[in-house]
């Protein structure tokens, strides 16, 4: 396989709090303890982003629709929110080419452009609908409940458009949702709208390569075979019971070790990739909406995830990692081969002060930068690891989800938490629909309302 994972960074005596050779026996241990954990719980069918066989049949027909209206539509427009639309962001950048919506139609060999309304703020949905051509677009609409307040918003402004335009919403339409229950199955039924399955057992922010990510990625030709054939070898390659034969279990037993012994709690994903660059806020997601949660004792827990970019952020957040608060680990995210590189001119006269640059090239420089930047956190005493994968192409993007998909399977068991629910975000949940008027939270109930009776607002208007 074309992933590697440096971790010389996190040990001694590359950094003063890195791993010691004496610690590692009781690492193993652990990781052993926190493995036969999650195996247990594996038996009960619930990590159902392991089961990508299993549903074949579904991106089959993923695979079929996609096919069927091919030439049909100049945009597909995804609505939906976290883990309905990191993923498809994360899809895009790394494996559409560069601009791809600003591409013509024959440059992109007639394949429609791509856009993800991951928010509710009308600024952005109304420029979307403004520059789209509505008979030309297919809409996308992501909830696995069938009920998220957002994408339902999103989709309620859409289906006025179409039906103002006096378009057909069954050929304006796909959902991704529940097999059998929620409000987006029913629209389905009753308006004849395709609809493809997120699996019971796979939550929102695990479910990029169901049609939650496929279905997107395939309209616009993206090889989604591929992508879930190298998640299946890195699955398999994740799943031994050693520590030192790991890689998902390593990176989780060392980020948990940093945080747990060492105090550094903020966890940097930094892709020296510009393709790779949205796998960082969907990590960010991925690892804060799983471990941050009350643990087996009660205790409050979980790291914070820092999503960062190199070389741009080498001007920004570096400095902070370097001489800041002895908090942080970082992980470096780089890109073996460096497709379609670009030779730095040699001058032939002028500043001698540029003249070292020609000859080497723009992907060589990104490299020597990421090495840079991970060599000099070391000399601060500051620890890092290093994630390489060979391409960044469909199929080594999904081993590298699904790594960290593992990763935080095993680190949910190591932190002792469940990191596949999200109590700390339904409360949210619960009074936005009572303030909306949802007749199912139309009152507060328990601790909710003493706290909101309690609360007196505070403001200063300025201006």
């Known amino acids: 396989m074309a992933f590697t994972l440096d971790v010389t960074s996190m040990t001694e005596p590359a950094v003063p709090a890195g791993v010691r050779d004496d610690d590692w026996p009781a690492l193993a241990e652990r990781f052993r303890a926190a493995h036969a954990t999650v195996a247990g719980i594996a038996a009960t069918g619930v990590y159902g982003y392991r089961e990508l066989e299993q549903q074949a049949s579904e991106r089959k027909r993923v695979s079929a629709f996609a096919e069927s209206v091919k030439g049909r539509y100049d945009d597909i427009v995804v609505l939906g929110i976290g883990g309905s639309s990191l993923g498809a962001i994360a ?10 919506n600003a591409r013509t139609a024959a440059e992109r060999g007639g394949l429609p452009r791509l856009h993800v309304l991951d928010n509710v703020d009308p600024r952005t949905i109304g420029g979307v609908l403004s520059i789209v051509s509505l008979p030309r677009t297919l809409f996308v609409v992501i909830s696995k409940s069938g009920g998220t307040i957002e994408t339902l918003a999103q989709y309620l402004v859409v289906r006025d458009r179409l039906v103002r335009a006096e378009l057909e919403l069954a050929s304006h339409f796909a959902f991704v949702t529940d097999p059998s229950k929620g409000a987006l199955r029913a629209i389905a039924a009753r308006d004849g709208v395709p609809a493809f399955d997120v699996p019971p057992n796979v939550g929102g922010r695990f479910s ?11 309209l616009c030709g993206m090889d989604i075979e591929a992508l879930c054939a190298g998640a299946c070898v890195m699955r398999d390659a994740t799943m031994s019971a050693e520590l030192e034969q790991n890689a998902a279990g390593l990176f989780a037993t060392l980020q948990w070790r940093a945080h747990a012994q060492a105090g550094q709690g903020q966890h940097v994903m930094m892709p020296y990739s510009d393709a790779l660059r ?14 941050g949660k009350e643990d087996a004792d009660g205790l409050h827990v979980g790291p914070t995830p820092i999503a ?5 952020d080498q001007h920004s957040q570096v400095q902070l990692f370097m001489e800041g608060p002895a908090d942080k680990t970082v992980t470096f995210l780089r890109v073996e081969g460096a497709a379609h590189d670009i030779e730095i001119p040699r001058l032939e006269q002028g500043e001698k002060a540029l ?14 930068e990421c090495r840079s930047t991970a060599s000099a956190l070391a000399r601060a005493g500051r620890p890092s690891m290093t994630m390489t994968v060979g ?8 081993g590298l989800m699904m790594w960290l998909m593992q990763a935080t399977t095993l680190a949910g068991a190591l932190y002792r938490v469940n990191p596949l629910d999200q109590p700390g975000v339904e409360l949210g949940k619960r009074l936005a629909n009572r303030e909306l008027g949802h007749p199912d939270h139309a009152h ?7 706290r909101a009776a309690v609360i007196s607002p505070r403001r200063l208007r300025v201006g």
């Open 91 to 100: 899809l895009r950048t790394a494996l559409l080419p560069a601009a791809w």
């Open 444 to 450: 507060a109930n328990g601790v909710e309302g003493a």
């Open 278 to 291: 949205d796998l960082a806020p969907w990590f960010v997601q991925l690892w804060a909406e799983s471990l």
């Open 308 to 312: 960062s970019v190199g070389a741009t």
């Open 391 to 398: 391409e960044s192409d469909a199929w080594h993007v999904g």
């Open 208 to 218: 990029v390569l169901s049609p939650v990510g496929t279905l997107a990625a395939a």
């Open 355 to 368: 003249a070292y640059l020609g000859g080497h090239t723009l992907g060589e420089l990104l490299d020597v």
